[in-house]
């Protein structure tokens, strides 16, 4: 599998077999020789660069039923959690499955992501979009999740949680978590955290910080430098907490 | 070497050997023993909890001259650059060292960092700190970075640069960078992102993206809601470009 | 002149005639005789609310043929210039004539309010949508400003500054403001408050500062509380300078 | 009463006697004569200049016992209920009186600001601040605002709540406020401008917004152009609804 750029930056997936484009044909064989940075052409002209891959082309590409997490949030929690290869992340629910990519992005063969998610037609497109990478370190469970989590005590550096009722997941993430280890709570809600937030404590959990990022692009335009006036007023808030 | 923390979250270093404490002395052996969730005791009764480290508590912990990059920005360049485990990255300059204790977590053995710092008393700091640790995939050059990188075409998936002057080393960065990588420019000035922003393009990179980020902590008091009155008003701009 | 509000919070200006809507009319002697807080009633029986106008709902209702200052933006030129009833204000350009308006019925009959704009198909629509109100505080200039305000030296509380050069009327209205008085200067770019900071200091201004304000609206449905995904990334900025 | 402003812009009032500074005196005759614009000197040669005072002058030269509401929460209240000279004003509580001096200079000696303040001691030191004052458009009321407000039904164009429950005045208000007639109240907290929202709701306010606004501040050094890195993260909530 290779991702392929035009000149006007839209991005395809090409599997080594022809490519059938608009403005003509990509040769089976011109995709199998291609390395990162050779230019294609189709037999009419048309020319596509193709680029070293990365987690977020996969996510833009990939199939879905549901909104995603905006990266600027995955970066926070990545940042505070301070996840890193090798970790072994626990998220409810997979949802889109775009943290699911971008985590186990991150943590490697040497870390595991396991994902819960109840909806079984999620499910099936997040396994599509799984079939179409090389990661191997991923467990997806069609599961109710408040039936409990699978991982043994103590095992885990990170649990992800972005469901409409948060709570029901937090005492058995506590259980799960290395001493040291974090939870990060994403909510749209206000009353979402606050409930969060009381059981979290509950727990056992300390340092709970509530956290709202956000992102403001600035752009140039003749020389003329100003902020974007189009700018997501809210996202999500994210609640951290470590076992400790 | 571990991580372990007293009642009021104060975090210490502690190597294979006797620790001591204002409120006496725990023994060799017993550190030597401890696992991570274990309570030590020093022979006064105060105690402290082994917590599985986290890169921010080395970083937290670490020796440093200058101010250091913060979590929310180090968040948005890993998730708008896309990096992961095996990612190979080169930074300039080190400064404090935060940003390349970072990336050094995720990128994992399987990739590297690469970071050059033109100050020799910086990088003393920035070794010593570095022996503390696990971290076998960075390359430390105490060099002036206008001389050049010392990588080869084509074989860097992000480029990190906070410089005073960025544009220095942006034409070297564009070379050393796959097709499809990123560089990431941290300025915390206009001036310096408008210059950025001309010289990226003249270097030939594209989606050429400023981005300014910021987090609000919300806290819960006496079940009284309100976001911090105390935040950072802005920390720098990122301006993010794509070599395709 | 009265405005009436639908159960749809749609408003209408009335005058003293017979008023048709879509479902029915408003008899002429029905709109005559009603107060503020009557309802008015077509024959077919589509409800009307007579309201106390505000000045906000002249401006929703003027016509306009450019973009106008939004109520965020003249709060704050009120709040950090500290104009009241009685201040003598000066605005150029006068553009869509928002802040014409909103100026007018904060100074009142004891002041006045000055507003100079170059383009004559602006000056007629504005004229128009004086001639609705009761304002006899508004003196309109169809007057390219750089040939000078006509005011006398000494004589002006605040300069309200709107136009693509700025820079031009720094001087003058230096000259025609007392001591003590403000100046702010509305700019959507960086570039131009970097100049207009310049030459404020030239001019011989004080206590420059340059201030972004910006506005989140909450949303609460069903008893879910979150700030609204929409939001203006950026209006403009606004410097503020003291003749002192 | 006049407002002298040194060098260093320092604000002091004077009255019309001898100024004593610790760089000596200025005389009586100096000060009785001075007019805006004048500089007076005392007979040690320190300068002072007189300034055309400003009400955010006065707010910041009175004194006070508690927080004051800050400018830009003073221009949103202003702006978004398009209150002007020779409106009618009630507020609940008084506090430091910022918001009674900022609106009493706003509505004029045609319009009214009655203003209720339960603590006898906040009552004293607005009472001496006022006195300082030419405002004649002010009664201040000593009181338990939940014993109701003494207005007339339908007679008041905007009531500002700025008190810990203020819910309790909700009901009183909608009966004073003419229709089309605004109440904004300021809420530091979400608890409670989630009760204020549903209490608007059952009097019978309509369009109701929460609005929460800042300000950064942009500072400009030696060219080198950034925000503040201080800035208020949270002032408080402005709930606004219409009596309609």
Do not use: W
Not at 95 to 123: C, K, M, Q, T, W
Not at 191 to 197: G, K
Request: hydrophobic residues 35%; proline residues 3%; glycine residues 8%.
């Amino acid at each position: 599998m290779k991702i392929i750029v035009d000149r006007k930056n839209r991005k395809y997936v090409v599997h080594d077999k022809e490519f059938h484009t608009e403005k003509g044909v990509i040769p089976e064989e011109d995709i199998i020789n291609a390395t990162v940075g050779d230019v294609l052409e189709t037999h009419m002209g048309k020319k596509f660069t193709v680029i070293e891959p990365n987690i977020n082309d996969y996510i833009e590409l990939m199939k879905r039923k549901c909104s995603i997490l905006l990266p600027q949030d995955l970066g926070l929690i990545t940042a505070f959690t301070g996840i890193g290869y090798g970790s072994n992340i626990v998220e409810s629910g997979t949802g889109a499955g775009s943290s699911l990519l971008f985590f186990a992005n991150i943590v490697g063969p040497e870390g595991h992501v396991s994902s819960y998610e109840i909806r079984e037609d999620f499910v099936e497109i997040i396994k599509e979009n799984i079939d179409g990478t090389d990661f191997n370190n991923i467990t997806l469970y069609n599961q109710d999740v408040t039936e409990g989590f699978k991982e043994e005590d103590n095992s885990i550096d990170m649990v992800f949680v972005d469901l409409p009722k948060p709570s029901e997941v937090i005492m058995d993430a506590y259980r799960i978590l290395k001493t040291g280890g974090f939870i990060a709570v994403y909510t749209p809600y206000v009353e979402q955290f606050q409930i969060v937030n009381i059981v979290l404590g509950k727990a056992g959990f300390k340092h709970i910080t509530i956290r709202e990022g956000n992102v403001r692009e600035i752009e140039i335009k003749n020389n003329k430098t100003r902020p974007n006036s189009r700018m997501a007023g809210h996202t999500g808030y994210i609640t951290f907490a470590r076992k400790i």
